[in-house]
């Protein structure tokens, strides 16, 4: 594979000319490449027309490539995998996979996205399954052991992200893993927030199921997402009514055995799309996932330490080494929602700096608010120092 330098990287984000990109977390930018692949990828079906034979062809052999490149990067075999339109999506798979009854109980953390939070709204209002949150608070052991003592006969999945959304803490997702099968309970991980920030292998994590998003950390297209099966709950996995045989299989003939992907996609979707996701996610390769965390560790690093000796600004992602990667979240001293998004604003206004006022909680809880920076591969060091100037600024304003 091609070899790509975090300059290149950059070179391929004409937007970080306009302005210090620090909203990644959110939606990264699409990279230039990535964009090509799909317009490129839609020209050729407009002109040659989508349903002549070579047309499909050539169509299919890019997008067999791209799902090789997604699976590549999670270390696991593209059958497994099924590409939708966005994470919350994927994750509504998962769930509806499950027979959820009344006195069944869903188990997840108080870190997660509002996008759990809500689906376990919907699962306590419409079928009346028992929701446990277990709280993460300082210690990871602690954590594990709270997870231990919720997750119980009743417990019919356990949901966690790999990295919090709120504070960019990583997650011990693998000692999780180990505490929920030992009990017999599937383990679902979000890891919207870590695919394209840091290596990760699905397999190592022993995971169930693993969802992500394409515009986040992978600068891919809007509107892309995916869910991995584990070959382990292929069999269970059943988001739709699909059947093992289609209505127009030729009796007699043998028959594909239906694979996550099957169960996932069906009918006509955006092709182009799936291309342009794989040329993200093979640029980032061509990188290096390890070149990628390395670099916004570094500068990372150089932002909280200084933030730390800001007076009135408090970093609330965990410092220790190897508990947090690209995702630094701050409190301001006496900030409420109308603060900080007035700081937000004026970044933006200002200084075209770009992140995000954070909900730190889900459900909302109105003081807890934070200012959630998202260090990426492409971000540089003069970025940061002026980050930190503006911050300094903006707050004394
Ligand atoms: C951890 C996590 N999960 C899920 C989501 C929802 O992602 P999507 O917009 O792709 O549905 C986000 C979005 O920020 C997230 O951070």
Not at 10 to 25: A, H, M, N, S, W
Not at 52 to 61: A, C, H, L, V
Not at 300 to 316: A, H, W
Request: proline content about 6%.
């Amino acid at each position: 594979m091609e070899r790509l330098s975090l300059k290149d990287l950059r070179e391929q984000l004409p937007v970080t000319e306009e302005v210090g990109y620090f909203q990644t977390g959110t939606y990264g930018p699409t990279l230039s490449s990535a964009v090509k692949a799909v317009t490129d990828a839609m020209e050729y079906e407009a002109l040659h027309g989508p349903a002549r034979p070579d047309t499909r062809q050539y169509i299919m052999e890019k997008e067999e490539a791209a799902r090789g490149h997604l699976a590549d990067l999670l270390n696991v075999n593209p059958e497994e995998i099924g590409i939708g339109s966005n994470t919350t999506r994927a994750m509504h798979r998962v769930l509806r996979s499950f027979d959820w009854g009344e006195g069944d109980e869903f188990v997840t953390t108080s870190l997660e996205h509002v996008s759990t939070a809500d689906a376990s709204r919907g699962l306590e209002q419409e079928r009346g399954v028992n929701v446990t949150v277990v709280e993460v608070d300082e210690s990871d052991a602690a954590f594990i052991e709270s997870l231990d003592g919720a997750i119980t006969e009743e417990t019919k999945l356990f949901l966690i992200s790999h990295i919090a959304s709120p504070n960019g803490r990583i997650m011990p997702v693998r000692e999780a893993v180990d505490v929920a099968h030992e009990k017999g309970v599937p383990v679902l991980v979000d890891a919207a927030q870590s695919v394209g920030q840091i290596p990760v292998d699905a397999q190592a994590l022993g995971c169930d199921y693993l969802i992500g998003s394409g515009p986040k950390w992978l600068l891919g297209p809007m509107g892309s997402g995916y869910v991995w099966v584990s070959p382990d709950q292929s069999d269970t996995f059943r988001p739709y009514f699909t059947p093992d045989v289609g209505a127009w299989s030729k009796p007699g003939a043998p028959v594909a055995a239906p694979t996550a992907r099957s169960r996932a996609e069906f009918g006509t979707y955006n092709h182009p799309l799936v291309i342009g996701l794989g040329q993200a996610v093979k640029t980032l390769m061509s990188v290096g996932l390890d070149t990628i965390r390395d670099h916004a560790a570094d500068l990372s690093k150089t932002l909280r330490e200084e933030m730390q000796d800001t007076p009135g600004v408090n970093v609330i992602t965990p410092l220790e080494p190897g508990k947090s990667a690209g995702v630094t979240t701050l409190t301001f001293d006496g900030y409420g929602e109308e603060d900080m998004q007035g700081l937000v604003q004026w970044l933006n206004d200002e200084r075209s700096i770009l992140v995000k006022a954070q909900w730190l909680t889900a459900p909302l809880q109105l003081d807890k608010i934070g200012m959630r920076i998202s260090v990426a591969g492409f971000n540089t060091e003069e970025e940061v120092r002026h980050l930190i100037d503006s911050i300094r600024d903006g707050i004394r304003r």
